[in-house]
């Protein structure tokens, strides 16, 4: 039953349509809050996977090394990029594999070389013999790195692999490798010195989100 108040100035139509008004703004800020809170708990629970990426310990021995491209700066590998290639060529130097992949497309059009061919011009400058490196040139994301790595290791007859980026990468790099279908994949990761935390870590939620987006729904 519903009950109305007649006065001046008031009728039964425009109580209840301010009722309407009242209830359908208490859903849409309902809403909003539930939107919010889920959107806050997931940002949460990506940080906790993120932040719990580790090295493989312990670490086998492995085919090959592929090292997740990064932006050139120009001919050289940006600083972010040494930070993952140097650490590779340590595993490398400690005879954790034998070969490695160096992955990654081109960054801009006026740029002259690749993510792969930068990288794999450093590491020969360092000493690593060209016959070791293979370069993959064509990939623009994680799941493309991993991807075509994957079908140079086919190629090749290498079966294992340890992949090396940073830390705050390595989860999604680890999920990846795992729905592409690697053995036992290892991982390689290294802490940065010279990358904003804040910054790598608040896009590697966006990118994880992606991520778990493509599996559910691709």
């Known amino acids: 039953?519903?009950?109305?108040?007649?006065?001046?100035?008031?009728?039964?139509?425009r109580i209840v349509s301010k009722k309407r008004k009242f209830w359908?703004?208490?859903?849409?800020?309902?809403?909003?809050?539930?939107?919010?809170?889920?959107?806050?708990?997931?940002?949460?629970?990506?940080?906790?996977?993120?932040?719990?990426?580790?090295?493989?310990?312990?670490?086998?021995?492995?085919?090959?090394?592929?090292?997740?491209?990064?932006?050139?700066?120009g001919d050289e590998p940006s600083p972010g990029l040494k930070?993952?290639?140097?650490?590779?060529?340590?595993?490398?130097?400690?005879?954790?594999?034998?070969?490695?992949?160096?992955?990654?497309?081109?960054?801009?059009?006026?740029?002259?070389?690749?993510?792969g061919q930068g990288m794999r011009n450093y590491l020969v400058a360092k000493g690593v013999p060209d016959s070791a490196i293979y370069v993959e040139n064509e990939a623009t994301s994680t799941y493309e790195n991993l991807l075509f790595s994957k079908e140079i290791m086919a190629r090749e007859g290498l079966s294992s692999a340890i992949i090396i980026t940073h830390t705050y990468h390595g989860w999604r790099a680890h999920e990846i490798?795992?729905?592409?279908?690697?053995?036992?994949?290892?991982?390689?990761?290294t802490e940065s010195t010279v990358l904003s935390m804040t910054r790598h870590k608040t896009r590697e939620i966006l990118a994880y989100t992606k991520w778990k987006l493509q599996q559910l729904f691709l």
């Open 83 to 115: 930070e993952r290639l140097d650490y590779g060529l340590k595993l490398y130097q400690e005879g954790m594999f034998a070969h490695l992949i160096v992955s990654g497309g081109l960054d801009k059009p006026d740029l002259q070389y690749t993510e």
């Open 1 to 13: 039953m519903e009950w109305y108040v007649y006065g001046r100035g008031s009728s039964p139509i």
């Open 24 to 73: 359908t703004k208490r859903t849409l800020l309902i809403a909003l809050s539930i939107i919010v809170i889920a959107g806050l708990l997931w940002c949460a629970y990506a940080l906790n996977n993120i932040n719990k990426a580790a090295t493989t310990d312990p670490m086998q021995k492995a085919d090959v090394g592929i090292i997740l491209g990064m932006s050139m700066w």
């Open 177 to 189: 490798a795992d729905e592409l279908g690697y053995v036992n994949p290892e991982l390689g990761l």
